[in-house]
Every structure is written in structure tokens, then in C-alpha cells.
């Protein structure tokens, strides 16, 4: 948590405490409002050098705060030799040095707050290094068709202040993403298509650079408490309904649930089979895949034995992937769609080994392993999935 000190008159305390609270609200940074007020003695210049203990001092310019003369050979050192980011809001007409002006950020304040509110946010996540360059947006369908009211809108609702908006258009999501991605520390766009939750966990750890190895709640505790952390934009698309309401976010995130738009048909199972036969080439493109591939494991017991056979082959690929990656609340759910097949089939040591690699992954949580006895028949074909449990 970055730290920064408003100097600032006491006359002046309402608007430090209100340009505090939207700094807070958007930047992981600690603001100090009191700390900062001019004390009986001392002047706005004596603030500032007090400030230098900060990560950034912001310096609040009003009749009250600035005095009628300033010496150049008082301020000038004071300010060039700041240890803390050094920036200056102008709250209403008053005497100060132009200088300040072209020599340091300034923001005025004095006519559109909000305005000069966003800018000094973008500043503060550039110079902390908060910004996170970095976002994987999809291509636009379309050139901008978002209005530029809807935007704005949209910009007061969830870009001023941390929320939550719902069925808003993939175009407007994508478009308002594009747009003030700066005012975010990052942006990160989750494609929940053929996803449940474990899924949607997953995917989102992995463009959060989250470990997730626990179980599926456990995960969604990890991920919910870093987005109130930070000031995150997370788009959700393509999310079932009925899973909104398991991804409440709070704190400085705020979230968009895009509508739900009717899903293409996913990959053929011989095409994905072919995909994660040699999933450790191309393991993006695998993960990208994973909802798909899952959707075809449920359907396994309503496949063909060709068609099957594919199906436990993709399994396997698909644990050993996730595996790699330590997504075991994922792996324990495709271990169970395989193990269910095996109990349709009446193939009891198949159904066995499932359930004992979930022992597995069980007791790395911490939880209770399955009992089972080992069936006392010979298994002709040995089950892989990449897990090592002996």
C-alpha cells in the first residue's frame, strides 16, 4: 500500500477529504488528510517539506493555503528537492508560481473537480507503477458502438467508484474496457463460455497471476480478497445467471456480468482430442479450451465406445494440463465426470483409480481422503492423468 499526504489549509477540508476518499476508493493508496493540514506557525511550503516522508505529497492550492508572497529561493529548493512524487491541485483563483505550472503535475480543480479528480487518479497508478499494461481484450466486432453517453455513464457508475453492472452488451463492455482501461489498475476480460465455477476460477487466477490450488471455495475466497485490494475491472462474458451471484465482488474491483449471448457449439471432440494430445506445445491454446473439452466429458456416458475412448484420452490430457498448472479444483471435478463413465461402464477399478487420484488431491487440501477398497481384479489398461500418488 503506496502512502500519500494532502497539504492543505484547514479551510480547505472538505475538499481534501472528498478528493481523499475517491483517491482511496480508486488506487490502492492510503491518503492522510490531518497529517497534512497547515498547523498554527507554519505555511503550505513547510507542509510539503514535512510530506517528504510520503510516497507522494499533493499539494492543495487555495486562497487559504497560499500566501501572498512566495520566495523562490524558499520553494524552489523545498520542491525540486521533494523525496515524495510531488503533484499540485488548484482549488480557485489565488497567487502561486506559474512555474508550478509547466514544472510539476498540476491539476485545476477549480471548475471541474471530477475531471481534474480522473487525471490526478491516471497519475498516481502511472507513478506508483500501479498501471498494469498489460490487458488481453478480445477485437472488437465492431468500430466503438458504444455512445458516448452510455460510456460517461458507465464511467461515473463503475470507473469513479468501485460496483458492479449487469447485462451490459459484449460491444459497450468491450468498448468502455478500451476506453479507460487507465483508470484501472488492471483489466482483465474472462470468457465464462462453457465454464463453471471451479472454471471461471481458474481462468481468472491464471490473468490475475493467482495461485489457486485450493478447492473451489477456497479459490474464490484468494481471488475475492485480492480484487478488493486492488482497483481491478474484471468482464465477465458469457457468465450463467445463476453463477453471478458466487463472484461478489467488493472492495476496489468493480465487475462487469456482460448479457449472455447465444454460444457457439463447441469444438468437435476429435479436434480438441487432437488439441491436447500434445498439450505441453501449446498450452495457452489448451487453456483456453478447457471449457469446451469439459462439456464433451459430461456427455461421456452417452458416447459411443469410439467415441468415448477419445473422451478418456482428453480427460487424461486435460488433468496432467491442469495439473502443470496446480488447478486441482478443476482436476478433481473432470476426475469425477471420468469416474462417473467408469461406474455407467460397471468398470469398478477404473472407478477406483479416479477416486483415488480425488484422495489425492483431497489430502493436499487437508481434507478427509475417500475410503475405498481396490477391487480384486487385474486392470488391463492402466489409467494416466499426470497425477503421482504412490
Known sequence: MRSAVLCHAREDKDFAENLAAFVEMNCSVAVSVGEGRIRDGEDLIDRVEWAASADAALVLLSPESVGKKWKRERWEPVFDEQASALAFVLLGKCNFPKLLKTSYPFFDASEDPLTAHRALKRWLLATFG?????????????????????????????????????????????????????????????????????????????????????????????????????????????????????????????????????????????????????????????????????????????????????????????????KQYERFAEAYEILGLMKDAAQTEGDSLRRYDFEWEQSWILERWGAPALEAQRPAREQSEPVQTGFDFA
Open 130 to 322: 500501479l498501471y498494469e499494461d498489460g490487458a488481453q481484450l478480445p477485437e472488437r466486432d465492431v468500430q466503438c458502438s458504444a455512445e458516448p453517453d452510455l460510456l460517461e455513464n458507465l464511467r461515473r457508475r463503475i470507473a469513479d467508484r468501485p460496483s458492479l453492472e449487469f447485462d451490459i452488451s459484449r460491444a459497450d463492455a468491450l468498448a468502455f474496457a478500451t476506453t479507460y482501461r487507465e483508470d484501472f489498475e488492471g483489466v482483465f476480460w474472462i470468457d465464462c463460455a462453457y465454464r463453471d465455477e471451479a472454471g471461471i476460477l481458474g481462468d481468472a487466477g491464471r490473468l490475475l497471476n493467482l495461485k489457486l490450488a485450493g478447492s473451489t471455495e477456497e479459490n474464490k475466497q484468494i481471488l475475492l480478497g485480492a480484487c478488493a485490494e486492488r482497483r481491478f475491472l474484471v468482464v465477465l462474458e458469457n457468465m450463467l445467471p445463476e453463477l453471478r451471484e458466487l463472484f461478489p465482488f467488493t472492495g476496489r474491483t468493480s465487475a462487469i456480468f456482460t448479457t449472455r449471448a447465444k454460444l457457439k457449439p463447441p469444438r468437435p471432440l476429435a479436434e480438441l482430442a487432437a488439441l491436447f494430445s500434445n498439450w505441453t506445445a501449446d498450452q495457452p491454446s489448451c487453456l483456453r479450451a478447457l471449457g469446451e473439452a469439459k462439456h464433451h466429458l459430461e456427455l461421456l456416458p452417452f458416447f459411443s465406445a469410439r467415441n468415448a475412448s477419445i473422451a478418456k484420452q482428453l480427460g487424461s490430457a486435460m488433468c496432467a494440463l491442469l
